[in-house]
């Protein structure tokens, strides 16, 4: 059930920074990263809501669009709400974006680096990240411990909301291929067909470049993910100034990328203009589709560990072969 939003005080705020970049995290919410700035332009390519003065404090459960909509945060047991699918916790109810976004986490820092954690609530689980800073990369590594005597699917999303503007190309590895999840007016078909990546043709036969961000008049809203992917990399480039931000992770164990369009068309009455390129652990949304008809998520052994990581690399890029090369 969604709570009542906070806006009494300023949330406690945790910075790492170095010559390059400045990162600004608030564990009170979820350890949201609010800011990623690269110093040499003071760029911040994250996206911020426009129609909020202030941050809002979620309560367990709620409606992640009813808030901030911002920002990066980590979705984790499950990014769709449903309910867990099988025993020993079938039936447990897992929240809108997961449980980790609208609860607070402990942090302290080692060093230079930040060490956040946070125990589940519907299942067992403790779920941890570090944060540091190698020149202009954030390396983000995960780890979550399952607690019980039973293995534990789940899903894993990286979910960074980034500010771009048109124009803007979204890079993928050679020979990605994407399939819908959603389409605003069944555009791009309906969830489960199969697109080629970057140049797609639609149910009605028109063509689309999906990789580069259409203007905001048109109002295009999509979710999609790729299909499993042969090289754990993604990125964003803007075409008018060479900045982007370039996502490294391991295929293995990170083998897909959600794609959140939200280019002028969500939601209705106060549309954003913003994307999401999303390293995730299995698709679709819900955990409980992944499991019974994608066979598509993570597993955390009995009693064991499973762990990752991810890096952001935010950057000037002096051309699409070099983010590619880059990301090699």
Not at 12 to 27: A, G, S, T, Y
Not at 66 to 93: K, L, N
Not at 176 to 191: D, I, N
Request: proline share 9%; charged share 25%.
């Amino acid at each position: 059930m969604q709570t009542q939003g906070d806006t009494s005080r300023p949330f406690q705020e945790v910075v790492l920074e170095n010559d390059r970049l400045k990162v600004v995290i608030l564990p009170e919410l979820g350890a949201k990263m609010t800011r990623l700035v690269r110093k040499a332009t003071g760029r911040d390519f994250l996206c911020h809501n426009p129609y909020l003065p202030r941050l809002l404090k979620p309560g367990y459960g709620s409606a992640f669009d009813a808030f901030d909509v911002s920002g990066f945060d980590e979705c984790f047991p499950t990014i769709g709400a449903c309910r867990y699918p099988e025993d020993p916790w079938a039936g447990a109810e897992l929240p809108d974006h997961g449980e980790l976004w609208a609860v607070p986490w402990q942090c302290r820092r080692e060093g230079d680096r930040l060490h956040f954690e946070v125990e589940g609530r519907a299942l067992p689980y403790r779920f941890s990240m570090q944060v540091s800073l190698d020149g202009e990369s954030v390396v983000l590594d995960y780890a979550v411990a399952n607690r019980s005597p039973h293995p534990m699917k789940v899903l894993w999303s990286s979910h960074p909301l980034l500010a771009f503007p048109p124009g803007s190309r979204i890079l993928l590895p050679e020979g990605a291929r994407v399939v819908v999840g959603e389409s605003r007016g069944l555009r791009l078909g309906r969830p489960g067909d199969t697109l080629n990546w970057p140049l797609a043709t639609a149910p009605d036969g028109r063509k689309y470049d999906l990789s580069v961000l259409a203007p905001p008049y048109l109002g295009y809203v999509d979710k999609l993910y790729t299909a499993r992917l042969r090289e754990g990399w993604c990125g964003i480039r803007d075409a008018s100034t060479g900045e982007g931000v370039l996502f490294t992770f391991p295929v293995e164990k990170v083998p897909y990328v959600g794609l959140w369009l939200d280019l002028g068309g969500w939601p209705e009455g106060q549309p954003f203009y913003q994307i999401a390129l999303e390293p995730c652990s299995g698709t679709p949304d819900a955990l409980d589709e992944a499991v019974r008809d994608w066979n598509s998520f993570a597993v955390v052994p009995a009693r064991g560990e499973l762990s990752w990581s991810l890096t952001m690399t935010a950057a000037a890029f002096e051309s699409e072969e070099a983010m590619k090369k880059a990301a090699r």
